[in-house]
């Protein structure tokens, strides 16, 4: 195996001036030997999966890299001339059925040439091998647009974002499904689970659900009232079922200047209604992600939007109606994943964001 970029682990054991009692010197030298301890066997482990992985691919790895993204563990692997990505199952959020879904995701959209998405390598579901699940893709070219947005031209984010509605257009029409909900990689291929026959019936149960997770877990949670009147008269019972996105976020992207060149991220695969997608795609896209811009540009790359969108499926009649209802779903989504995002951010910083998902929610609100 070739030698490999690996994190030490520090051996010394030091007692800061603080620790004045003996007693304390005690406990202090266990909890360290404890750690490090904790660390060498996580060195260890880590060692196996690489090996195991390298084994599988046939290529001697250089450098592995763990990369700060997503619900769950993602490394960055390199081999003399090729890199890879391995995502890895630790989230007990992420339901493990999901996560089983998204390589096969990746799989049925990556026939279409024209939809930018990885090729699966292999995948090990197992946990016999590994204690985790975990499954290895190609790295595709590009770079975070999320982590450029201030320096992209009006150009380039105007070709992006009609370039995505393209894109989610064409995934749209690749599959349907026979009921509504999320999608589960169990068995020999994607199916749905917590399903509901109506479409209606699904989106009142996941804004239901939405709504408790703020209330549970929220300091001084905002009242989310579900819209059940709108979602009853303005939505579709039963409209075509087709995999939807949900998360549709330009760090969910690569692009190379003006090109998309990955389309990643199916960390909550679902199906549903193709307009739903399609609305969350220009409320995270444009009005969350690109806020900062002016009302101008941002009515234009609206406009862009849809317009790639429309170059594969048209949009019916009081669609305006609808798309109210689905923004303020995606408000809704916002604060219920705040609970779990949030946490990351120091005390000002989550004060502020807390303020402004609520100032969201009253704006939406039907």
């Not at 091998?129 to 893709?137: A, G, L, N, Q, T």
């Not at 509901?196 to 877990?217: F, M, N, P, Q």
């Amino acid at each position: 195996m070739a030698r490999r970029h690996v994190a030490n682990v520090e051996t010394r054991v030091q007692i800061p001036d603080a620790a004045k009692s003996a007693d304390s010197k005690v406990k202090l030298i266990l909890r360290t030997v404890r750690d490090y301890f904790h660390r060498a066997a996580d060195c260890v482990m880590k060692e196996r999966f690489f090996g195991l992985v390298e084994k599988e691919l046939g290529d001697e790895l250089i450098a592995v890299e763990e990369i700060d993204e997503g619900l769950n563990t993602v490394y960055r692997l390199e081999s003399e001339d090729k890199e890879y990505i391995v995502k890895v199952h630790t989230n007990e959020q992420n339901e493990i059925t999901w996560f089983k879904a998204e390589p096969r995701i990746y799989e049925l959209i990556s026939d279409n040439e024209d939809v930018p998405s990885p090729e699966i390598i292999f995948k090990d579901f197992s946990e016999e091998r590994y204690e985790d699940s975990f499954y290895v893709m190609e790295r595709l070219p590009g770079r975070n647009p999320d982590k450029i947005k201030h320096d992209l031209s009006k150009k380039e984010l105007l070709n992006i974002v009609r370039r995505y509605g393209q894109i989610l257009g064409k995934i749209h029409n690749i599959t349907s499904f026979d009921n509504y909900g999320m999608l589960s990689g169990e068995g020999d291929s994607l199916q749905t689970i917590n399903d509901a026959e109506k479409w209606t019936w699904s989106l009142k149960g996941t804004i239901d659900a939405w709504a408790d997770i703020v209330k549970d877990k929220w300091d001084e949670p905002v009242k989310i009232d579900t819209p059940e009147t709108e979602i009853r008269e303005r939505l579709p019972e039963e409209p075509d079922s087709v995999l939807i996105h949900s998360d549709n976020r330009l760090d969910n992207l690569l692009v190379d200047e003006e090109t998309i060149t990955g389309f990643l991220d199916w960390s909550h695969p679902r199906t549903g209604h193709n307009e739903y997608d399609l609305v969350r795609a220009e409320y995270l896209l444009i009005d969350w992600d690109l806020d900062f811009k002016d009302d101008q540009l941002k009515e234009v790359l609206r406009e862009r939007l849809y317009q790639g969108y429309k170059e594969f499926n048209s949009l019916k009649e009081d669609f305006d109606d609808r798309r109210e209802v689905y923004r303020f779903a995606t408000t809704a989504w916002l604060a219920a994943g705040f609970a779990n995002w949030g946490s990351k951010l120091n005390e000002k910083e989550h004060r502020e964001m807390r303020e402004e998902i609520i100032k969201r929610i009253r704006e939406e609100s039907l």
